[in-house]
């Protein structure tokens, strides 16, 4: 089936560094999300984006939904420990309910 | 969004023996989803659950395995059927009551022994 290539797979950052992580495919998307996911949690909507080129952010959260219509990336600025956790981009192709998963990128902040 | 609550949160379960996890929204939604995410990996969907008729599975997933109920708008099952240690998982549902996001319960960490 589809897939997404979510980079980097893992992140060791210090307290207040900014964050990047994205997703690419060789196919195009409709819609590309990205969800947060804590331990023993489920994964929690953190950004949407609809449109070709859409930047959203969301608090110190950036996201952009890149013109091929095949990336996406979100950024994390002035990162605090409570952005540690497992972060996922997800994307939905036209014509299908279903979304699609990237492997997750898990981020650990250093205070 | 529309509020998931799904249980049991967790479980011990012996091989062989089946379990039914239930998800229950706050409101009518259209679609339901059933995902598992196996340890340390992505969410792989597992099914679509619709409301008045049968699930519709993603390939490697089959009904014998994975029955699962619709009965109602607010309401889904996913049953995990003769259990083996591999099957050890979270399982989690969604709906997408807005446009195509999904909106996850805390899911059920399952542990086959």
């Known amino acids: 089936g589809q897939q997404l290539n979510q980079s980097p797979q893992s992140m060791f950052i210090q307290e207040g560094e900014d964050v990047s992580m994205n997703c690419t495919s060789s196919s195009i998307f409709n819609t590309w999300l990205w969800y947060k996911q804590d331990p023993g949690e489920g994964p929690v909507l953190l950004i949407a984006?609809?449109?070709?080129?859409e930047l959203t952010s969301n608090g110190r959260l950036t996201a952009q939904f890149g013109i091929t219509r095949k990336d996406s990336f979100l950024n994390i600025s002035a990162s605090i420990p409570s952005d540690v956790g497992i972060y996922f981009c997800?994307?939905?192709?036209?014509?299908?309910?279903?979304?699609?998963f990237g492997k997750g990128t898990k981020l650990t902040v250093n205070p | 969004s529309a509020v998931i609550s799904q249980k049991p949160s967790r479980d011990i379960c012996q091989r062989g023996t089946s379990l039914t996890i239930q998800c229950q929204v706050d409101s009518q939604v259209t679609m339901m989803f059933w995902y598992r995410q196996q340890p340390g990996q992505s969410l792989t969907l597992i099914a679509t659950a619709n409301q008045g008729s049968e699930a519709t599975y993603e390939s490697g997933f089959v009904i014998d395995k994975f029955p699962i109920s619709r009965p109602n708008l607010t309401f889904s099952t996913l049953t995990v059927s003769n259990m083996s240690p591999e099957d050890s998982s979270i399982y989690l549902c969604?709906?997408?009551?807005?446009?195509?996001?999904?909106?996850f319960g805390q899911g059920t960490r399952l542990t086959v022994v």
């Open positions: 969604s709906h997408d009551r807005v446009g195509a996001e999904a909106f």
């Open positions: 997800a994307g939905q192709q036209g014509g299908s309910e279903k979304l699609v």
């Open positions: 984006l609809y449109k070709a080129g």
